[in-house]
């Protein structure tokens, strides 16, 4: 599958589609408009970085917890069902008067079903498509994130001004449950891909397993750690530059999805083991020069330039699932979301710390130097002669053998 026609024409390819861009929606709208709220009240960049990206950090609960559900539940109820949660929650974050405190526990129980939602979507993906098609639909739905995101930073900029960051938030709220509609309408009824009861003590044995394979843990930390200090860069936009982070972000969108484009649509397969650590060096790289506090035009496009190097995690999705069992890939793709969202809370937190002992601009270029650090510790693991291999079964690799080459 090579072209985005055959991709659209997989059956359940189209709502899935629509349901994950109306997530994404929901979530830049109500992300800009609450961490807009929040550095309003309290003045805090910690608690405004928090307020968009601290959610991640949930993500850990949840992938030590109830991972072990996204293969064992019925993918389209539990779609739906998330998204009416989601729905709900945002709007209760829009009532007046509401605490910073209670507003924060709600960004907790959200972050934890988020991972459930990100194991389940992420498996049907894999399960819709076959093997060859998981990396260009893959690509296909970072292309909708970027595009979501350019439109909805741009709108929700707008409508923060236009009606308030809690109008905005309602507008969240909708969005979410416009993508519950369509999961329930647009999605077909599928059994889970495995038996059993989900369960802690199985989301831990599963998640034993998979980090038990040397190849995968360092797939996984490639995934996790470089990306997330970058988010951590991000979460600095609105007290970096207060009136100007709607068109940062929107920047951000824009090389993502620019990135995401040429790795999914024309990248040659030959490419795709040498160039995780080259994009993984360009994703931290041009933040150092917020060191300097450039204007706008060189912060604008310096932000461009760098996330399109977040199409690494094109290329590490494909490899873990080269080294994963079929029957597993809801949960690895699950955890690597996981992980890779609460290091997105962890980089955020870091970052906001930092920023209150020094400025905004100072504590951009220190994390993504730490990015790069981490990349050049992670780049022996991830050169091209270390290439992707097929899974062993389950009860080999839990016998404590590596998986076979392909």
């Given at each position: 599958?090579?072209?985005?026609?055959?991709?659209?024409?997989?059956?359940?390819?189209?709502?899935?589609?629509?349901?994950?861009?109306?997530?994404?929606?929901?979530?830049?709208?109500?992300?800009?408009?609450?961490?807009?709220?929040?550095?309003?009240?309290t003045g805090s960049p910690l608690l405004s970085s928090?307020?968009?990206?601290?959610?991640?950090?949930?993500?850990?609960?949840?992938?030590?917890?109830?991972?072990?559900?996204?293969?064992?539940?019925?993918?389209?109820?539990?779609?739906?069902?998330?998204?009416?949660?989601?729905?709900?929650?945002?709007?209760?974050?829009?009532?007046?008067?509401?605490?910073?405190?209670?507003?924060?526990?709600?960004?907790?129980?959200?972050?934890?079903?988020?991972?459930?939602?990100?194991?389940?979507?992420?498996?049907?993906?894999?399960?819709?498509?076959?093997?060859?098609?998981?990396?260009?639909?893959?690509?296909?739905?970072?292309?909708?994130?970027?595009?979501?995101?350019?439109?909805?930073?741009?709108?929700?900029?707008?409508?923060?001004?236009?009606?308030s960051p809690r109008g905005t938030l309602l507008t969240?709220?909708?969005?979410?449950?416009?993508?519950?509609?369509?999961?329930?309408?647009?999605?077909?009824?599928?059994?889970?891909?495995?038996?059993?009861?989900?369960?802690?003590?199985?989301?831990?044995?599963?998640?034993?397993?998979?980090?038990?394979?040397?190849?995968?843990?360092?797939?996984?930390?490639?995934?996790?750690?470089?990306?997330?200090?970058?988010?951590?860069?991000?979460?600095?936009?609105?007290?970096?530059?207060?009136?100007?982070?709607?068109?940062?972000?929107?920047?951000?969108?824009?090389?993502?999805?620019?990135?995401?484009?040429?790795?999914?649509?024309?990248?040659?397969?030959?490419?795709?083991?040498?160039?995780?650590?080259?994009?993984?060096?360009?994703?931290?790289?041009?933040?150092?020069?917020?060191?300097?506090?450039?204007?706008?035009?060189?912060?604008?496009?310096?932000?461009?330039?760098?996330?399109?190097?977040?199409?690494?995690?094109?290329?590490?999705?494909?490899?873990?699932?080269?080294?994963?069992?079929?029957?597993?890939?809801?949960?690895?793709?699950?955890?690597?979301?996981?992980?890779?969202?609460?290091?997105?809370?962890?980089?955020?937190?870091?970052?906001?710390?930092?920023?209150?002992?020094?400025?905004?601009?100072?504590?951009?270029?220190?994390?993504?130097?730490?990015?790069?650090?981490?990349?050049?510790?992670?780049?022996?693991?991830?050169?091209?002669?270390?290439?992707?291999?097929?899974?062993?079964?389950?009860?080999?690799?839990?016998?404590?053998?590596?998986?076979?080459?392909?």
């Amino acid at each position: 599958m090579r072209t985005y026609r055959e991709l659209f024409r997989a059956p359940e390819f189209t709502p899935l589609f629509l349901t994950s861009t109306l997530q994404v929606a929901g979530q830049t709208v109500s992300g800009l408009a609450l961490g807009t709220l929040i550095y309003t009240a309290t003045g805090s960049p910690l608690l405004s970085s928090l307020a968009m990206f601290g959610p991640a950090l949930a993500q850990l609960v949840g992938a030590t917890t109830l991972l072990s559900a996204a293969d064992r539940l019925p993918p389209r109820a539990t779609t739906s069902t998330l998204l009416l949660a989601f729905a709900l929650g945002t709007a209760v974050q829009a009532v007046p008067g509401l605490p910073v405190t209670a507003a924060f526990l709600l960004l907790l129980v959200l972050g934890v079903l988020a991972s459930l939602g990100g194991g389940v979507r992420l498996g049907l993906l894999h399960e819709i498509l076959d093997e060859d098609g998981y990396l260009l639909g893959r690509s296909v739905l970072n292309m909708s994130t970027g595009i979501m995101q350019i439109c909805g930073y741009g709108l929700g900029g707008l409508l923060v001004t236009a009606l308030s960051p809690r109008g905005t938030l309602l507008t969240g709220a909708a969005l979410y449950l416009a993508g519950a509609v369509v999961a329930r309408l647009g999605l077909g009824r599928r059994p889970p891909r495995a038996r059993g009861r989900a369960s802690v003590a199985e989301t831990w044995r599963t998640n034993s397993l998979l980090w038990s394979s040397r190849p995968r843990r360092c797939v996984y930390l490639a995934l996790w750690v470089p990306n997330g200090l970058v988010v951590g860069c991000e979460s600095l936009y609105v007290p970096y530059a207060p009136q100007d982070a709607g068109l940062l972000f929107a920047c951000g969108a824009v090389g993502m999805l620019a990135g995401d484009t040429v790795t999914g649509r024309f990248l040659p397969p030959r490419w795709r083991g040498r160039l995780p650590v080259p994009l993984l060096v360009l994703l931290a790289g041009p933040f150092l020069l917020f060191a300097l506090r450039p204007p706008l035009p060189w912060a604008a496009a310096s932000v461009t330039l760098a996330t399109a190097g977040f199409a690494a995690s094109l290329l590490l999705q494909e490899r873990l699932l080269a080294l994963t069992p079929q029957e597993l890939s809801g949960h690895a793709l699950g955890l690597h979301s996981s992980g890779m969202l609460a290091m997105q809370g962890v980089g955020a937190t870091l970052a906001g710390a930092v920023a209150e002992r020094t400025s905004p601009a100072t504590a951009m270029s220190l994390v993504a130097g730490l990015s790069l650090a981490v990349t050049c510790g992670l780049a022996p693991g991830l050169g091209p002669a270390d290439r992707p291999r097929t899974a062993a079964p389950p009860e080999r690799e839990a016998a404590g053998g590596e998986p076979a080459s392909r």
